[in-house]
């Protein structure tokens, strides 16, 4: 049987990389029915593959970037503890396995967050009759992270509680 440290390893890296890949694209929306399909991310948005910075960002937009970040950074933490147990189990009194457990599920809390918050500014727009915006696949990579997060603080969980 594989390890619950070795399986969690991989879930956080996996984790980690649809956030990052989620924070740097820009299909989080996209308007198929119109020529040169518009679509828009977290920084940038494009029209007829001409992509120009977002200047004038929203609060909404600027909190679901920071929160996005900031799961990345616990994701970043969390695979770095990970790696480190490998290695070293307990430097000081500090458990490797407890942080990485920690740093998952506030990389999923924060993701929840960014994601919550993008959803409720930008369900209008996608709702509206006359328009065809959809959340784009960016945007899906962000919640298949938000869950692989979790379930990657519930197996360290398993993995901590077992050492």
């Known amino acids: 049987m594989v390890s ?4 969690s390893t991989v879930l956080a890296l996996l984790s980690l990389l649809l956030l990052l890949v989620a924070l740097g ?3 989080w929306l996209v308007d198929d029915t119109v020529l040169g399909s518009p679509h828009e991310g977290l920084w940038k948005s494009c029209l007829n593959s001409v ?8 609060v909404s937009l600027k909190v679901t970037r920071v ?6 950074i616990a994701g970043l933490v969390s695979s770095f503890a990970l790696f480190a147990s490998f290695l070293r189990s307990h430097p000081g009194s ?12 506030s990389a999923g809390l924060c993701a929840m967050i960014a994601l919550a918050v993008y959803t409720g500014e930008f369900a209008g727009a996608v709702n509206a009759a006359q328009s065809q915006v959809t959340f784009g696949w960016s945007f899906g990579l962000g919640w298949a ?3 692989l997060f979790l379930i990657t603080g519930v197996v360290m969980l398993v993995a901590h509680q077992s050492s």
């Open 4 to 7: 619950p440290r070795i399986s």
């Open 25 to 27: 694209s820009d299909h």
């Open 67 to 72: 929160f996005t970040l900031l799961g990345v």
């Open 145 to 147: 992270s938000f869950l």
């Open 51 to 58: 992509c120009e910075q977002i200047s004038s960002a929203s």
């Open 94 to 105: 500090v458990s490797l396995t407890l942080v990485s457990f920690l740093g998952s599920f």
